[in-house]
């Protein structure tokens, strides 16, 4: 996974969903959006990249900040679940 383009991504859902007043909406609506739109790998990928680099700043790429409170808050709903 291109983490470079996965984060060019999620900062383009992070615009959309910091536009609405109400920030719980906008924090729940960026993790739904995440959960249901990307697949496993791709959550994994952004999961990953955010246990590694809490504050949403990586060496060239920069996490949208609602983003990353959405994917902190909700991280466990954006946990793939593993087939049996």
Do not use: C
């Amino acid at each position: 996974m291109d983490i470079a383009n996965l984060i060019r991504m999620a900062n383009r859902i992070g615009d959309y969903f910091d536009a609405l007043p109400d920030r719980e909406e906008a924090l729940e609506g960026a993790a739904t959006h995440i959960q249901k739109s990307w697949e496993p790998r791709m959550r994994i990928a952004l999961l990953d990249f955010l246990a590694q680099h809490t504050d949403g700043q990586g060496d060239d790429v920069r996490l949208h900040a609602l983003m990353v409170e959405a994917v902190t808050r909700y991280r466990t709903r954006l946990v793939p679940v593993r087939a049996a």
